[in-house]
């Protein structure tokens, strides 16, 4: 019995470990710390983060299975460098499933506004502050409330999982920073259009929301490319 205990100790240990360094490299990859071509050596991270191989392994391929890296043999894990025609189709996805989701959500009329209201807060600080990762955090848990709000779990995880795989690219850029202190405003406006049940101008919102980042990530993304491309024939 005890042998039982602390086996699941172990493993739960384990989980805890993985999804902290799951989250950490995220947040690296996502808000372009870690650029496309970025290599991931497993047992290099796992001396880095003082761990087993074993989360860092388990991460790696979790991350890989949302193609935000790629296996490399015998080297480890390299950050996937996405088209323009896929992050293209990501914004299509968010698009269409957090449109949904918010549609069942002010069906339901169940969304804690008083929490997204907090989570307004913390990305009106983030920005303030100049802090991207902190910006990442907040506003990923305040759209994954609205998520959840929606009744639809399945929905609601992977409208999350698609905003997961968004490569923010240019994040960080002058448009970039720009638009991260406009998102300040329409994250409050958000939780009033919610509160006051007003569901096509909270769709127009959301739809803006969304889509007025893309031509920010696809610049970068292009101007990535292109030095990419030049490195490539410099070495050639």
């Known amino acids: 019995m005890m042998r039982v205990v602390r086996n699941q100790a172990i493993n739960a240990m384990q989980e805890n470990l993985r999804e902290r360094i799951l989250k950490q490299l995220r947040s690296e990859i996502i808000s372009g710390e870690s650029p496309p071509g970025t290599l991931y050596s497993v047992p290099a991270l796992s001396a880095e983060l003082s761990v087993s191989t074993t989360p860092v392994r388990e991460a790696l391929l979790e991350l890989a299975n949302t193609g935000l890296v790629e296996p490399v043999r015998n080297r480890g894990f390299r950050v996937s460098r996405p088209t323009k025609k896929q992050l293209h189709d990501l914004f299509d996805m968010r698009d269409l499933l957090e449109l949904q989701a918010a549609k069942l959500m002010?069906?339901?009329?169940?969304?804690?506004?008083?929490?997204?209201?907090?989570?307004?807060?913390?990305?009106?600080?983030?920005?303030?502050?100049?802090?991207?990762?902190?910006?990442?955090?907040?506003?990923?848990?305040?759209?994954?409330?609205?998520?959840?709000?929606?009744?639809?779990?399945?929905?609601?995880?992977?409208?999350?999982?698609?905003?997961?795989?968004?490569?923010?690219?240019?994040?960080?850029?002058?448009?970039?920073?720009?638009?991260?202190?406009?998102?300040?405003?329409?994250?409050?406006?958000?939780?009033?259009?919610?509160?006051?049940?007003?569901?096509?101008?909270?769709?127009?919102?959301?739809?803006?929301?969304?889509?007025?980042?893309?031509?920010?990530?696809?610049?970068?993304?292009?101007?990535?490319?292109?030095?990419?491309r030049k490195k490539r024939t410099l070495e050639s």
Not at 197 to 224: C, M, T, V
């Open 106 to 228: 002010m069906d339901k009329a169940s969304c804690d506004t008083e929490m997204l209201r907090e989570y307004a807060r913390e990305i009106e600080r983030a920005v303030n502050d100049d802090d991207v990762r902190a910006y990442l955090i907040a506003d990923r848990s305040f759209h994954d409330a609205m998520f959840s709000a929606s009744g639809n779990e399945l929905l609601a995880q992977t409208a999350l999982a698609f905003r997961d795989r968004m490569r923010l690219f240019g994040i960080r850029s002058g448009a970039g920073i720009d638009r991260q202190r406009e998102s300040v405003e329409e994250h409050y406006r958000i939780i009033d259009l919610i509160e006051a049940g007003e569901k096509d101008e909270l769709l127009r919102l959301l739809h803006y929301h969304i889509r007025s980042w893309e031509p920010i990530f696809a610049a970068a993304l292009e101007q990535d490319a292109l030095r990419h």
